[in-house]
């Protein structure tokens, strides 16, 4: 079993649950960032119209550079004091314009060869949010339940019961600019549009282990996923459109696995949400 979490109360809380709620940024660093922000020019000014903000789908490569290396900065030493072992693979931020921004419901992709090993979003708030500016909202225990990968070209294993996630599952977790939340990236995740006339910002880390290979799960055909190697540098310099689209001849792969993603229904979602320690502890162990 990975020890994920430095503190133990926090590793046994994350592996029943699938996130912590944790304190990170001072005020001095959230006001830095909101500054340096400001001096950033991405392609789309932070205000795609009809959307949201991020940096990994924005065109300007310099600007997601940029991006990288300030998040890094800062987040480095947090990352080292709440986790063992693990690194920064990509990070954004995510601006929600006035009025708009709504999320698709989603798994973040797997981002590592083995999708039974755990990455971790840092995922922290610049601005203080609740649920109708768009603070984030989780589906507790959902983590690890069903072997799906959520990848480009390949719908999401509960498509059918959306509705349902939102009215009977995703909770909001109202936070203070500068805390966090750290979740297991297969937790289910959302977030509703910014209902304010401010815009709200966030910041997601992905961290995955040191030791783990770094992957882009690629589906080739129906049948099987290639997993092709996909680092720091992969994600900076790939353009959103080049991982929906043909396969890139300079692409690494690291393997295949086969495609056993299918779509549940909302009462086989809600015996394995109810089964969920019992099926991770096999996976754990
Ligand atoms: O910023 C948001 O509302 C959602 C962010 C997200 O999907 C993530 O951190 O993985
Ligand atoms: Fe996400």
Not at 224 to 237: P, Q
Request: hydrophobic letters at 35%; aromatic letters at 12%.
């Amino acid at each position: 079993m990975r020890q994920i979490f430095q503190d133990n109360d926090l590793q046994k809380s994350f592996l029943k649950k699938g996130y912590v709620q944790v304190p990170m940024l001072s005020s001095t660093q959230v006001m830095y960032l909101l500054e340096e922000i400001a001096k950033l020019r991405p392609y789309d000014n932070f205000a795609p119209k009809n959307s949201y903000h991020c940096s990994f789908l924005d065109p300007n490569l310099e600007y997601k550079r940029q991006t990288y290396n300030l998040i890094r900065g800062i987040f480095t030493p947090f990352v080292n004091e709440y986790l063992v072992g693990y690194e920064i693979l990509n990070c954004n931020f995510y601006v929600k314009p006035p009025h708009t921004g709504e999320f698709q419901i989603h798994q973040n992709w797997p981002a590592i060869a083995d999708i039974n090993d755990t990455t971790v979003t840092i995922w922290c708030p610049l601005v203080d949010v609740i649920e109708s500016n768009g603070a984030i909202q989780v589906v507790a225990g959902s983590h690890k339940i069903l072997p799906h990968i959520e990848a480009p070209n390949s719908p999401p294993y509960f498509v059918n019961f959306q509705e349902a996630l939102i009215e009977k599952y995703l909770k909001p977790f109202p936070m203070k600019a500068g805390e966090a939340i750290i979740f297991d990236d297969g937790l289910i995740h959302w977030s509703r549009k910014n209902d304010s006339d401010q815009s709200r910002i966030a910041i997601q880390i992905l961290c995955i282990p040191s030791d783990a290979t770094p992957t882009f799960f690629f589906k080739e055909c129906e049948e099987r996923f290639e997993l092709i190697h996909a680092d720091s540098e992969f994600f900076l310099t790939s353009h959103v459109s080049d991982l929906y689209g043909d396969r890139k001849p300079d692409w690494k792969s690291v393997g295949f696995v086969k495609n056993q993603n299918r779509l549940i229904t909302e009462e086989e979602f809600a015996k394995l949400l109810k089964n969920g320690e019992e099926i991770r502890s096999q996976i754990y162990s």
